[in-house]
């Protein structure tokens, strides 16, 4: 009676199978870790919180933690296509859109709509950081799914279309004005000074410009505001000559009167190296803040952020 032998099973495949396994199960940490690393770089890039100089040491403090990964996530987009420069840029932040491109960060690289950092930087009228961005390579000729380029975008005419608040109803009325200089930033939009040009002397006006893109909220918060600011009446209380929309760049501009000078913030700042201000500069001040105050709570409504710098 003959014996019965066990086939002998071939394992030769094992191994490489095994080994694959083995290097997807490290290739799905690497990605977990490189977008842990991504999420961290954004929170640090968008905090708009920060100051210019501590954003970008944040960034920096994480790239020496992470250098290799970080160079791999710098060019890593967002859903609509915006990457850590494209942040960088709009919030005018030089030293940190320098550190990023000196980096890795593609300056040519595009968002869903077709542009580039230098698109960006032009629409918000910084020349310094556009400056920036052609010293680094930045393409100018670039055209955008709308078949625009950068140098177009600066100091162009802008129109839009005019709300009227009083009748509730869609304005079939546009309004023509330039954005020039930027006056300042803030948590809901930017300021830029411009021109008025439905007025025959051209005047000079403030451009808050809200880009509202996607977000319901975001355009409803602009819209309320311009409607509260448009009832003020009164000296102690910025003017608004009209607030619009441009519809296919999902834009809401807020046209107001056009204040010189620096913030109460930047004045103080500037003051405490000189010395104090006499007495009757601070009552001054002081009872133009608190009147316009007191109109704006007499008609039911509260400023919300009152601070030197606003």
Request: net charge positive.
């Amino acid at each position: 009676m003959s014996k019965r032998t066990r086939p002998k099973l071939d394992l030769s495949y094992v191994y490489p199978l095994g080994h694959l396994c083995t290097l997807f199960i490290q290739y799905c940490c690497l990605r977990a870790k490189c977008y842990h690393l991504w999420q961290n770089l954004w929170a640090a890039v968008t905090d708009s919180d920060e100051k210019y100089n501590n954003r970008c040491e944040k960034v920096k403090r994480i790239f020496q933690q992470n250098p290799i990964a970080a160079r791999i996530v710098i060019n890593w987009p967002e859903e609509n296509g915006f990457t850590l420069l494209f942040m960088a840029v709009e919030y005018n932040d030089k030293a940190l859109t320098e550190f990023l491109i000196d980096n890795g960060a593609n300056v040519n690289q595009r968002n869903i709509e077709g542009s580039t950092p230098l698109f960006l930087g032009s629409w918000n009228n910084n020349e310094t950081i556009c400056e920036l961005l052609s010293s680094k390579g930045a393409e100018k000729n670039i055209k955008n799914n709308r078949g625009l380029e950068a140098e177009s975008v600066n100091n162009a005419v802008i129109e839009a279309e005019i709300i009227d608040y009083e009748s509730k109803r869609p304005s079939l009325k546009t309004v023509k004005f330039t954005m020039h200089k930027q006056l300042g930033k803030g948590s809901s939009g930017m300021v830029f000074m411009g021109k008025y040009l439905n007025t025959n002397n051209n005047m000079d006006i403030a451009v808050k410009k809200i880009d509202f893109g996607e977000s319901k909220d975001k355009k409803e918060y602009a819209d309320q505001e311009a409607q509260i600011m448009s009832k003020m009446d009164c000296k102690h209380i910025v003017k608004i000559y009209n607030a619009c929309l441009n519809w296919e760049k999902k834009v809401f501009f807020i046209l107001m009167e056009y204040m010189p000078g620096n913030s109460l913030y930047e004045q103080l700042k500037d003051k405490k190296r000189d010395g104090v201000w006499p007495e009757k500069k601070i009552i001054k001040i002081a009872l133009g803040i608190i009147n316009g105050l007191v109109y704006m709570h007499t008609n039911g409504y509260v400023h919300r952020d009152v601070k030197s710098l606003n």
